[in-house]
């Protein structure tokens, strides 16, 4: 059986497992700690970062994005990604913009305001980044263009990208409520299975 290396609390890996489950593939969970990564890790990306997927025949794949797109292609059923070249490439770009822009505005904002009072945040950055939030949220808003999914007719990789960034942007003051079709695409995913059980911790293995 194939093993995917991931932390729990990583964007990149919570799409993943999200779209391991919408496709029914079974996996073998590497649930991995951060403060102590497995020592195969470089060996198995030179880049040290999860996810990572290793395959039943030992090859690994590394890359969130990688490793959507060798399943879906292999993975029996219907796939997630769009046939079409025009809307496989909408559902590249949309995921540009989630993991180019609007990922790390809100890791900064995370880095530079949990944990500490309003009055020692840098607030020149924090309005910065809130605005490359507002930003990106306004393009999301602009594509989905009333329809309830970001390409096409069916759930896709896109729209699991913008699964977690949208549960969290009220931690920062930020909100949905200008966004009514975002809103309506946050609720939606929130209430999947998929994103559900992605958002759970793994039970621990029997002792």
Same mark, same amino acid.
Not at 9 to 24: G, K, S
Not at 97 to 104: S, W
Not at 167 to 196: H, M, N, Q, Y
């Given at each position: 059986? *194939?093993?995917?290396?991931?932390?729990?609390?990583?964007?990149?890996?919570?799409? =993943?497992? *999200?779209?391991?489950? +919408?496709?029914?593939?079974?996996? @073998?969970?590497?649930?991995?700690?951060?403060?102590?990564?497995?020592?195969?890790?470089?060996?198995?990306?030179?880049?040290?970062?999860?996810?990572?997927?290793?395959?039943?025949?030992?090859?690994?794949?590394?890359?969130?994005? =990688?490793?959507?797109?060798?399943?879906?292609?292999?993975?029996?059923? &219907?796939?997630?990604?769009?046939?079409?070249?025009? &809307?496989? *490439?909408?559902?590249?770009?949309?995921?540009?913009?989630?993991?180019? #822009?609007?990922?790390? #505005?809100? %890791?900064?904002?995370?880095?530079?305001?949990?944990?500490?009072?309003?009055? @020692?945040?840098?607030?020149?950055?924090?309005?910065?980044?809130? @605005?490359?939030?507002?930003?990106?949220?306004?393009?999301? +808003? &602009?594509?989905?263009?009333?329809?309830?999914?970001? %390409?096409? +007719?069916?759930?896709?990789?896109?729209?699991?990208?913008? @699964? &977690?960034?949208?549960?969290?942007?009220?931690?920062?003051?930020?909100?949905?409520?200008?966004? *009514?079709?975002?809103?309506?695409?946050?609720?939606?995913?929130?209430?999947?299975?998929?994103?559900?059980?992605?958002?759970?911790?793994?039970?621990?293995?029997?002792?």
């Amino acid at each position: 059986m *194939a093993t995917l290396f991931h932390y729990h609390d990583c964007p990149y890996c919570f799409r =993943t497992r *999200a779209f391991l489950i +919408e496709r029914e593939v079974p996996y @073998a969970s590497n649930l991995c700690d951060r403060n102590a990564p497995p020592p195969e890790l470089v060996a198995l990306n030179p880049l040290g970062k999860l996810p990572i997927w290793v395959t039943d025949k030992g090859r690994p794949i590394f890359g969130s994005r =990688t490793i959507v797109r060798f399943i879906d292609s292999l993975a029996p059923g &219907q796939a997630m990604l769009p046939s079409d070249p025009m &809307q496989l *490439a909408r559902v590249a770009m949309a995921e540009d913009l989630v993991d180019e #822009a609007l990922l790390p #505005a809100l %890791v900064r904002l995370d880095r530079d305001t949990t944990g500490k009072p309003v009055e @020692a945040w840098d607030m020149r950055a924090y309005r910065s980044d809130c @605005a490359i939030v507002n930003k990106m949220l306004s393009i999301f +808003e &602009q594509l989905l263009g009333g329809r309830p999914w970001l %390409v096409g +007719e069916a759930l896709s990789p896109a729209d699991l990208a913008l @699964a &977690q960034p949208l549960t969290i942007v009220e931690r920062f003051g930020l909100d949905l409520v200008p966004f *009514a079709g975002l809103a309506d695409l946050a609720d939606r995913l929130s209430k999947r299975t998929s994103v559900l059980s992605a958002r759970k911790l793994p039970a621990p293995p029997p002792a």
